[in-house]
């Protein structure tokens, strides 16, 4: 059975009321492939807003980050409790900001995904290199070791969508091109094959994200 096509949009630390309001009236008038699943990535604080919004439309919400804790004294975070208590059922963990902004490790990103998995969420958990890495040619040991420490907290393979995000092509005005891109891909697919199954190679997707 073919993979079915998925594209996300990650909003990360923008919008307000009124644009997100002009881009949710284009994305409910559509029309939406039947064969693609169209998932926006939202502020904490307008997913609900945005969920009520698209509701009905075909379009999904994900929530940007979340901990690996039901509760407690974790100041400015959000539990995939939260989450679902808005209505919404994806989350994206992992993203290159995180690791290479706020410090987190691949270990902390590992145990998230578990949680996440463990609580119901759908997951989209991300891992790519950074500029001196691909120069250095270390693409692949890091898209690897990072990966890794994703596939051994993976309970559910069927609720995760992988996005390879160059740390690179984020914010610089670069992309990698459609080669590269496949590259890494072919390369992370027949990593899974070996290190996890020939099904779940087979059928999970794996996205490329850049900005």
């Not at 307000?16 to 693609?36: F, H, M, R, Y």
């Not at 980050?65 to 994806?90: H, R």
């Amino acid at each position: 059975m073919a993979r079915k096509f998925f594209v996300g949009g990650n909003w990360k630390m923008n919008g307000d009321k009124a644009s997100i309001d002009e881009i949710c009236s284009w994305l409910v008038a559509g029309p939406l492939d039947n064969n693609t699943e169209v998932v926006v990535g939202v502020p904490g604080c307008y997913l609900q807003y945005v969920q009520e919004k698209v509701a009905g439309s075909g379009v999904m919400v994900s929530a940007q980050n979340c901990y690996k804790a039901k509760g407690g004294a974790f100041t400015g975070e959000l539990s995939p409790g939260m989450i679902q208590d808005c209505g919404v059922n994806w989350v994206i963990l992992g993203h290159s900001e995180r690791r290479n902004v706020f410090g987190e490790t691949d270990t902390l990103i590992g145990e998230k995904v578990a949680f996440a998995l463990q609580s119901g969420l759908n997951v989209i958990p991300c891992f790519g290199e950074k500029l001196d890495e691909r120069e250095a040619g270390k693409t692949m040991e890091v898209c690897y070791k990072q990966m890794a420490a994703i596939a051994a907290n993976v309970s559910d393979w069927s609720r995760v969508v992988l996005a390879y995000e160059p740390v690179w092509a984020i914010g610089t005005g670069k992309t990698a091109t459609p080669d590269q891109a496949q590259e890494v891909h072919a390369a992370c697919r027949a990593w899974l094959e070996k290190n996890v199954s020939p099904a779940v190679a087979k059928s999970t997707r794996i996205l490329y994200g850049g900005s």
